[in-house]
């Protein structure tokens, strides 16, 4: 599971170790390169010393974007008195937690921070792989809000990668690790994929485990997922301009290979539906 620049670690992992990895590797609000995002195309022009030291004073690349401030926040006020925390609501508090959380883990490795930023934007260096590289299983959670990754950019991951499905988030921001229901959905996911029924207490009672109805709705989604994408694939031939070929014609996108033409029978087109 990946968050935001953790995506290209991740999927790294399943270039270099496949063998190591279980399971679908889920990414959240998953950064994807500059060239197909088409996003920051500004920050070619900025040095990178500059882009590390703006990165170090808690400058975010959207407040530089819109002329705002940094953050500035007073030693004092990460503690709050008892009679403040209890005008706060449900939501405030649960914000104030994940920005302390947030500031705790820069906190600890800032020069980490800053080799990420370098990395994300591949100065100096490329990734060294690319997305379409990636045949692993990948689900990925993405916020119809988010201000940083364009939704564009992941639903390219999800036609151009081999493996890749896609899950959008109404209203979610950048932030959407942040959120209970994707979390939990996340971690219910892979708990069904790691589900073994001999070793499973709950499948030993006579009442049924609820990780085998996870098991079972992964599946139905998946091949929801799979006729999707078949449907799209023949959606664009059809489309296409038809080719004739001895007796018979194929309906053909001039950018397939032979091997994908399909066959056309008295006009009819034949329905294939395969696993890929």
């Known amino acids: 599971m990946a968050h935001s620049a953790g995506a290209p670690y991740a999927l790294a992992c399943a270039i270099k170790i496949p063998h190591k990895l279980q ?17 920051f195309k500004w920050l070619r022009f900025v040095p990178t010393p500059v882009m590390k030291f703006t990165n170090s004073a808690g400058i975010s690349l959207q407040q530089i974007m819109h002329g705002r401030q940094p953050y ?6 990460h503690r709050t008195s008892g009679a403040l925390t209890a005008q706060m609501s449900s939501f405030e508090k649960k914000q104030q937690l994940g920005l302390a959380i947030l500031k705790a883990s820069f906190a600890e490795n800032l020069s980490g921070a800053n080799n990420d930023l370098v990395m994300c ?5 490329a ?13 990925v959670f993405h916020g119809t809000k988010d201000d940083r990754i364009p939704v564009a950019a992941v639903k390219w991951m999800e036609d151009n990668m081999p493996d890749c499905r896609l899950t959008l988030v109404e209203g979610g921001k950048h932030s959407l690790f942040l959120r209970a229901e994707v979390v939990d959905t996340i971690f219910k996911s892979i708990a069904a994929q790691l589900h073994v029924k001999d ?14 109805e996870e098991v079972e709705n992964e599946r139905k989604e998946r091949e929801l997922q ?6 799209a694939s023949f959606a664009k031939l059809s489309r296409s301009p038809s080719i004739k070929t001895g007796n018979q014609d194929y309906s053909t996108d001039n950018q397939r290979s032979s091997a994908d033409r399909v066959p056309q029978t008295n006009d009819k087109l034949l329905t294939i539906y395969t696993y890929f």
């Open 127 to 139: 990734f060294g792989f690319s997305y379409t590289d990636v045949d692993h299983p990948v689900h």
């Open 226 to 231: 799979i006729q999707r994408k078949v449907e």
């Open 72 to 77: 500035s926040t007073k030693p004092s006020s």
């Open 121 to 125: 934007f591949e100065r100096g260096r």
């Open 199 to 212: 070793k499973c207490r709950l499948c030993m009672i006579p009442t049924k485990c609820w990780l085998m």
């Open 23 to 39: 399971g679908t590797i889920f990414l959240v609000c998953p950064w994807v390169s500059t060239t197909v995002a088409n996003n």
